[in-house]
């Protein structure tokens, strides 16, 4: 054991050679191409090694610390209550790695027979000798384990080991087709592929696993925000992802405004900088569902609540809603919010408000009347073609509409006083740097003085058949 420790810290110090003359001595920016791209594979040829040390470890570490008597276990002996917790403890590691490393030690562990005392082959033994070897590492061996040992018994030991095989082959570049080593992605599609093929009766029991497991809920409020917590079924996160998918991509852009740039990609020579998203990556897939809900709640196909259709009761002083400011409050959430988003949430579907004044009593009630039919929202559908902000590029169907001037300050429910915004510009154009306006039943936006020093009023469209009419108005 003192070899191993000696070779190991001889390791580390040529380890450190390697990192000062790459890191801090800046040799691999003087690299070539190919130099550059050798250097990155053998680093990671090294790390699968040290990789499957580490598994080896850990499973040495779980063996040494599964007796029933607590105080023969080793993780009781050093003061720690789980091989998780020593192995973040040695490691520097967070549970999240812990519990990879657990994992794959156990798919690629050789089992030890509790009766006769000796060890038994690995659960996926061609797995293992290509961990060993370097050709995968843990993230390949969880992607082909989960998979196959998923099955369980339902399918005959000696297929198992046939899809390990071929498994094993293609991280090594040694499969049936002679193709390169395969990466962590591409062996967990083929071994999902493996699993489907060999575990026909295996999708029913799943199904009804899953079935029982999902569920979605909503926690107590914390700092203004509601956390959601949940799983989902496969269908239903396709779904949800395809939404996200639609409204998040920063390919859709606004017809003649070119793609929005999320914040977390860097800029680009001659970006524009009014269509920098600011927003994240989950900041915009919130959005996207609180879209999602809202359309679908206007939708007036979903089942009623005491005969009438799911409606978001508001409930603020009167005053306050006359002056902007102040709280309100929504049936069915105890966290209070802002007028202005409770003018949001009233001005965005179908919803009815109730209004009450200094003494309690009921001063307005609201009623759907006021919100925009569906002859006219294609007609502003129509004209703005989606999201009026630059560059937003959310689809009409997908947006609401936004009473230019508030309804609750004189507004009419007209398509002169209506705009296409999505969730997101609508529940912050109040608040934001863009400003809308009506003219002659045409709307108008000013942006910020930072991106159009002018300070003008355009006229803004996403609207093909507009656009047209304009160019051949100048031609």
Not at 251 to 273: H, M, Q, Y
Not at 381 to 397: F, K, M, N, S, T
Request: aromatic share 4%; hydrophobic share 40%; with cysteine.
């Amino acid at each position: 054991m003192n070899t191993l420790l000696d070779d190991l810290a001889g390791l580390r110090s040529r380890i450190v050679g390697v990192v000062d003359a790459a890191a801090r001595d800046g040799t691999l920016r003087g690299a070539e191409d190919d130099e550059l791209l050798d250097v990155i594979a053998r680093v990671a040829d090294a790390a699968r090694l040290l990789e499957a040390v580490l598994v080896e470890g850990v499973g040495e570490l779980t063996a040494r610390s599964a007796s029933i008597a607590r105080d023969e276990r080793l993780t009781a002996r050093r003061g720690c209550r789980s091989v998780s917790e020593l192995v973040q403890r040695l490691t520097r590691c967070s549970p999240q790695t812990a519990g990879r490393l657990e994992r794959a030690q156990r798919a690629t562990a050789p089992e030890r027979d509790p009766v006769l005392g000796g060890a038994r082959p690995a659960r996926l033994p061609e797995l293992r000798a290509a961990m060993l070897d370097g050709e995968t590492g843990i993230d390949g061996v969880l992607a082909v384990a989960g998979p196959l040992l998923a099955m369980g018994d339902r399918v005959d030991r000696e297929q198992v080991l046939l899809a390990d095989r071929v498994l094993a082959a293609e991280a090594r570049g040694e499969g049936p087709d002679a193709a390169p080593p395969a990466c962590a992605d591409l062996l967990r599609v083929q071994a999902q592929v493996w699993a489907a093929a060999l575990d026909q009766d295996g999708a029913a029991p799943r199904d009804d696993a899953a079935a029982f497991r999902r569920g979605v809920t909503l926690g107590p409020a914390r700092d203004g925000v509601i956390p959601i917590r949940g799983a989902l079924v496969p269908e239903a996160a396709a779904q949800l992802q395809r939404i996200f998918d639609a409204v998040c991509s920063p390919c859709s852009g606004v017809a003649g405004a070119g793609p929005v740039r999320f914040r977390e990609e860097p800029a680009e020579p001659g970006d524009d900088p009014a269509l920098l998203d600011t927003r994240t990556r989950p900041q915009k897939q919130h959005d996207a569902l609180a879209t999602a809900l809202f359309a679908a709640a206007s939708s007036g196909e979903l089942p009623t609540i005491g005969g009438a259709a799911p409606t978001l009761l508001i409930s603020a002083r009167a005053e306050e809603v006359v002056r902007g400011d102040g709280w309100a409050f929504l049936e069915g959430c105890d966290e209070p919010v802002s007028v202005s988003a409770a003018a949001h949430a009233a001005c965005a579907g179908v919803v009815q408000r109730i209004v009450h004044g200094n003494d309690g009593r009921i001063v307005r009630i609201g009623t759907e009347e006021r919100v925009f039919n569906r002859h006219q929202r294609r007609a502003i559908a129509l004209r703005d073609g989606g999201c009026l902000i630059p560059g937003c590029g959310v689809p009409a169907g997908w947006c609401e509409i936004h009473h230019v001037l508030d309804h609750a300050r004189g507004g009419q429910t007209h398509t002169d006083n209506g705009v296409l915004l999505c969730w997101f510009h609508h529940r912050f154009i109040d608040t934001g740097p863009w400003r809308i306006r009506m003219s002659g039943g045409v709307p108008e936006v000013r942006a910020p003085l930072w991106y159009d020093r002018s300070g003008r009023w355009r006229p803004v469209t996403g609207s093909r058949t507009r656009m047209l009419r304009r160019i051949h108005a100048r031609t």
